[in-house]
């Protein structure tokens, strides 16, 4: 069946501007998740959503992050007057269940903010 | 320091060869331990998951936790081309609610023909 897909899967713009990423979920999955994956690094964990709430926002790094999931299925990412620091790959993953052991991760959205 | 410290590498070893990644961490609220695989330009995959401490083995990969010593390894046995890629650990508690995962900062290993 279709994986965890994610659009755009290259985005660039310019500092100061907004951008949205959309990711959709394997079917059936309720638990979605957001990370950030810097160059040379780990994914990083932004914010987590059980249906259509976010369970857990701690990972957001600052109000110009802000992420919805109105239906329980796709989720997008809003990112506000974007700065050269958010440059990375936007990962998104989806599980059956919460407390699930195995997220399922798609390729990802490549931003570059210029 | 980081919650999970992990060696970046890169690592380089001939075909055929027995291949250890390890991982320390510092949270002793972690219970689940995973090893994920990341192809480039791609999302991280799967590999094995572990449930506190102990090995697991799925055909050459085996995967030890060991958490007196707050210390994780992936053993990749007869280690072909084709596992030439970024391998992630991963870790995440029980408590909380939290279902985030905290990653390792990822090993890159070439398998040379």
């Known amino acids: 069946g279709a994986g965890v897909s994610q659009t755009p899967s290259n985005k660039v713009t310019e500092k100061g501007k907004y951008v949205e990423l959309r990711c959709d979920p394997i079917s059936g999955h309720t638990a979605l998740y957001w990370y950030r994956q810097s160059l040379g690094q780990g994914p990083e964990f932004l914010i987590y959503?059980?249906?259509?709430?976010?369970?857990?926002d701690s990972g957001l790094p600052n109000d110009r992050f802000f992420a919805v999931r109105p239906e329980g299925s796709v989720s997008t990412l809003k990112i506000q007057r974007t700065e050269r620091g958010d440059s990375a790959v936007y990962l998104c993953?989806?599980?059956?269940?919460?407390?699930?052991?195995?997220?399922?991760f798609g390729p990802g959205t490549r931003l570059t903010v210029l | 320091q980081k919650e999970v410290e992990q060696d970046p590498g890169p690592l380089s070893v001939p075909e055929g060869a027995i291949v250890s990644l390890n991982c320390t961490y510092s949270?002793?609220?972690?219970?689940?331990f995973m090893w994920y695989r990341q192809y480039s330009r791609k999302g991280p995959e799967l590999l094995m998951y572990t449930y506190s401490s102990g090995n697991k083995e799925d055909g050459r990969f085996t995967a030890q936790v060991d958490k007196s010593s707050k210390y994780i390894s992936l053993f990749i046995r007869d280690s072909q081309p084709s596992d030439s890629a970024t391998y992630l650990c991963a870790m995440r508690t029980t408590q909380g609610g939290s279902e985030k995962l905290v990653f390792g900062k990822g090993m890159k290993l070439t398998v040379n023909p």
């Open positions: 959503f059980q249906g259509t709430g976010a369970a857990d």
């Open positions: 993953a989806s599980s059956l269940l919460s407390a699930a052991n195995e997220q399922f």
């Open positions: 949270n002793s609220a972690f219970q689940y």
